[in-house]
């Protein structure tokens, strides 16, 4: 944290930028034209109300950081080993521009693959790179890797991706909090929660498979097996129907087919979800009459969905709760998972999409190992992809089979431009690399996921070096490759304000002088009393799942467990579920000494049972493995997991790792239903103990 001396810094409003639904409303402090201090949320905003994480609160140590790209660098060594000379932004651009033609000129257009995600949610930022690859015609980018599940799973319901007020949960009598660990992911839910506790004397339920931060403060921890979460939504129901908690004049004027979910129910008892969740038969009844008593009851419902094969189904089984019951009609009851259906959007100047080519290939972010192998089912019997641009993400590390990753990234026919904060393992494996700055470097507009804001960032400091905006590489890689598009010639705040008023939202000026817009719908709109969003407006239990995505062989007619997920085995007896850590996001801050210091190093969590029979003791070795590969981690006993369950908290760098090989070498790339993703919490391992000599931790290495 730079020192502030006796200057007393000013504050300015700022947006949190990280991929989290929160999508904080920031106060920074300035000290000067290059030096930011500490982070707060701020108070005025309704939801944030003052309260962010603690890794974005100490934001100067990443935006400080010493080991920050200041530079533009060419590789000098084999690829992956740092070995780099740095060069000018004219020739970084220039050879970027070359190779990105050469590839076009062998191949088509296609053999280009401009590929991003979320490292930014900013609309300019981080969705500009599609207008290059619109005007050039290079390969497409379908995103699949986080809400490819959890999005569909609510839509099949409701037919809108919006929910009641997330603010409402202040004025709920009971919180469930149903895949997500807030505490760690979602700081906001907890602060309207446990208001919620406080002031009117709410119940707080958390549904996960660990005992987690967010289940520590809970009322109630139902801590089923993962991917079982369809499984007790139809034994709950079971019971709201049998136990007379089903409002059956709200079903018939909103519900679809109910008497034939009654009836599908009828053997979905508690005792039947019992054998598959794991949890006491008794504690499913419990929550189901404290659900069914309760009117006020608010399903907050996470992204943990979509880290299961299953998830879509999960999801969808449920939002079915809060229909079974009526909790639609009453404020603080409902539910909700994200706001992005409230969003008008014309991002024509910002994506280039007058210019859009349906007939060019879309190619999977999730399945980037396989293409980049050459397999011709992902590659859509196209060319190879031969040249990248990569901004906002580090697939190296996030993406799934991992081992097949690095074998892409390591082809010598490959260029890879990875414009970014820091050295990752992705910018590793580049050509080129370009230093990028971060949010408070540059302009762009945000909106709310987990709420219903507009807010616009402005840029506060100087960039750090020689690091440049995501917009300015777009631009000037368009002018060496001759694309063309008016977009290219306006600047960030020009496209933000543009896009604003193209949508029908109020100007950039007038978002910045208010700080942000609400954008919520009225109470009715929000909790669907003029109809789900269905031509006949009734809220769906038998969803058609062929609106939603592509892939839907199989999918069960009703709520239900779906039997697609990565079962135990024999051979494979152990589930994994890769959950956040509190104080890493996704790759990001795991480069800070605080966040690491924090987590010291990579673990898994094993049951006590479980652990003394494999011979494994706290603090030792357990490697994991299946079909795809092995790591090898410390192992911490922890009894807040059900036996036959293990975790393994963080996206950690791989090089954190004893091998050198992350928790991704274990997670698979095929694609779920019924529209892609990226099942991180679904893998069958088998575990074993280890001995080797003693190794210091992740924190050790880097203090050392």
């Known amino acids: 944290m730079p020192d502030t001396g006796t200057v007393k810094p000013e504050r300015h409003h700022s947006v949190c930028p990280h991929d989290c639904p929160s999508t904080c409303a920031l106060a920074v402090e300035r000290i000067d034209a290059r030096t930011i201090g500490r982070v707060y949320g701020d108070p005025d ?3 944030t109300a003052g309260v962010i994480c603690a890794k974005v609160a100490r934001y100067a140590e990443r935006t400080h950081h010493p080991d920050r790209l200041k530079t533009p660098l060419r590789r000098a060594g084999p690829k992956g080993s740092g070995r780099y000379t740095a060069i000018t932004w004219e020739q970084a651009l220039d050879e970027v521009a070359e190779a990105f033609l050469r590839a076009e000129q062998r191949h088509g257009s296609e053999a280009v693959w401009p590929y991003y995600y979320a490292g930014t949610m900013g609309l300019v930022q981080r969705d500009g790179i599609n207008r290059l690859r619109h005007a050039k015609k290079y390969s497409g980018y379908f995103q699949s890797i986080c809400v490819n599940l959890a999005w569909p799973g609510f839509i099949a319901g409701t037919g809108a991706l919006r929910g009641s007020d997330p603010r409402e949960m202040a004025e709920s009598d009971l919180v469930v909090i149903w895949g997500t660990n807030a505490v760690a992911t979602q700081v906001n839910v907890m602060h309207h929660a446990t ?4 002031e009117r004397g709410a119940k707080i339920v958390v549904v996960d498979p660990y005992r987690n931060a967010t289940a520590e403060i809970a009322d109630l921890h139902l ?6 979460d369809g499984a007790l939504a139809c034994g709950v129901m079971h019971v709201l129907f049998k136990e007379g908690f089903a409002d059956r004049a709200y079903l018939a004027k909103y519900a679809d087919v109910p008497d034939e979910l009654e009836a599908h129910l009828a053997t979905r008892t508690p005792e039947w979800a019992a054998a598959i969740t794991g949890l006491p038969v008794q504690q499913i009844l419990d929550f189901a009459r404290l659900y069914g008593r309760t009117r006020r ?5 996470g992204y943990g969905f979509s880290r299961s094969r299953n998830g879509a189904v999960n999801m969808h089984a449920a939002t079915c709760l809060a229909a079974v019951t009526g909790a639609w009609q009453h404020r603080g009851g409902g539910a909700f998972h994200n706001n992005g259906g409230i969003y008008h959007w014309n991002k024509t100047m910002i994506e280039g999409l007058d210019l859009v080519d349906p007939s060019i290939r879309m190619l999977d972010q999730c399945r980037i190992g396989a293409i980049l192998t050459g397999e011709r089912e992902d590659l859509k019997d196209g060319p190879p992809v031969t040249a990248m641009l990569i901004q906002n993400t580090n697939p190296m590390v996030v993406c799934p089979d991992q081992t097949v990753v690095r074998q892409g990234f390591s082809r010598e026919d490959l260029f890879v431009c990875v414009h970014e904060q820091f050295l990752t393992e992705t910018a590793l494996m580049a050509d ?3 230093p990028a700055t971060t949010f408070l470097e540059h302009d762009d507009v945000y909106q709310g996921g987990g709420h219903q804001y507009i807010q616009i960032g402005r840029k506060l400091i100087e960039p750090v070096g020689e690091s440049r905006e995501n917009h300015f590489v777009i631009r000037e890689l368009a002018k060496r490759v001759g694309a063309e598009h008016p977009g290219f010639g306006m600047s960030a705040w020009e496209l933000a304000d543009w896009t604003l008023k193209a949508s029908g939202w109020p100007d950039a000026a007038t978002v910045v002088a208010g700080k942000w817009h609400d954008c919520q719908p009225d109470f009715r709109h929000a909790h ?20 939603v995505g592509k892939q839907v062989a199989g999918m069960p ?9 990565e079962a135990a085995t024999d051979e494979h007896p152990f589930r994994l579920v890769t959950a956040p850590a509190r104080n890493y996001l996704n790759s990001s801050f795991t480069e800070t000494p605080t966040s690491i210091a924090r987590e010291a190093r990579p673990t898994v969590l094993i049951h006590p049972e479980d652990a003394r029979e494999l011979g494994i003791a706290e603090g030792g070795l357990a490697r994991l493995g299946n079909r795809r590969g092995s790591v090898l981690l410390h192992a911490r006993i922890f009894d807040g997991v ?5 975790v393994s908290e963080s996206v950690w760098p791989n090089r954190a790792f004893i091998e050198g090989k992350g928790i991704n070498t274990l997670t698979g790339a095929d694609s779920p239903s019924p529209n892609g993703g990226a099942a991180f919490h679904d893998i069958a391992v088998w575990v074993r103990g280890e001995t080797v000599p003693a190794i210091r931790t992740h924190a050790e290495e880097v203090s050392a």
């Open 557 to 565: 007619r009703l709520p239900d467990h779906w039997e697609v997920i």
């Open 45 to 47: 905003n309704a939801y």
């Open 223 to 228: 801590m089923l097996r993962p991917g079982t």
């Open 195 to 198: 208001r919620a506790r406080k």
């Open 528 to 547: 669907y009393l003029d109809g789900f969003k269905f031509p006949d407006g009734k809220f769906r239990f038998a969803p058609d799942w062929s609106k």
């Open 642 to 646: 059900q036996r036959g369950v293990i």
């Open 432 to 434: 080129i690399v370009l």
């Open 297 to 301: 009851s608010f399903l907050r419902l």
